[in-house]
């Protein structure tokens, strides 16, 4: 069964750093999108993106934060100067058509900013 | 402002002991409403959509219905395999984005 995939699993850095977070969404999908659940809280919407371009993005998503597609099948989150606030779980999430909310989530990767 | 409101918090099951979860939503207009299941550890499993008043979905020991004001995902007869968080999340109309409920976590007992 097709699933995406996030790496890595646990990151820990420092305060101040930088972060990239990768994931491989389903080969036929065409929506991308990152959320983050801090723990104990609600999952909450970062970013969608579609053509190529984000479609639409959260107030949490500010200019410290970015997504691309380098190639056919890859889907980065970008952290620039990390905060301790960003720690959290950030999921990538795919899905086939806009609008549906039928999406598949990855296992997520557990930022750590210490 | 959209929200998006799960009772109860916690909810313990002997197994067998059917019971309902609860989503109530405030919302500028409604797109869809999703559930979701969350195991510890994982990201969400999408388990059903709702798109308007009066429409039911099942799934095996699962069923959810929407109102105009909430929707209720009943549990019939749980095994301890159904242990989990389970999420709402309101989609608005024009928009991509799901607004997700702090969720219920369920406990069922052998």
């Known amino acids: 069964e097709p699933e995406v995939t996030q790496t890595p699993s646990h990151q820990v850095t420092q305060m101040g750093q930088e972060v990239i977070l990768r994931c491989v969404p389903i080969?036929?999908?065409?929506?991308f999108y990152w959320y983050r659940q801090i723990l104990g809280q609600k999952v909450e919407f970062l970013v969608s993106f579609y053509n190529n371009e984000i479609s639409e993005k959260s107030e949490i998503f500010d200019d410290q934060f970015s997504v691309e597609r380098p190639d056919g099948s890859n889907f980065t989150l970008k952290i620039r100067s990390t905060k301790l606030e960003d720690s959290a779980m950030y999921f990538c999430a795919s899905g086939g058509e806009l609008g549906t909310g039928e999406l598949f989530f990855g296992e997520g990767s557990r930022l750590t900013v210490l | 402002e959209d929200q998006v409101t799960q009772s109860p918090e916690a909810l313990r099951l002997q197994e067998g002991e059917s019971s309902s979860l609860n989503c109530s939503y405030t919302v500028s207009g409604l797109r869809g409403l999703f559930w979701y299941r969350q195991d510890p550890g994982k990201g969400p499993e999408f388990l059903f959509t709702l798109y308007s008043a009066g429409e039911e979905k099942e799934k095996e020991r699962l069923k959810a219905t929407l109102t105009k004001k909430e929707s209720f995902l009943h549990i019939t007869a749980p095994k301890p395999e159904d242990s989990a968080t389970y999420l709402c999340?309101?989609?608005?109309?024009?928009?991509?984005?799901?607004?997700f409920g702090t969720g219920t976590r369920l406990q069922v007992f052998p």
């Open positions: 999340a309101v989609q608005i109309r024009n928009t991509d984005k799901l607004i």
């Open positions: 080969s036929n999908h065409l929506y």
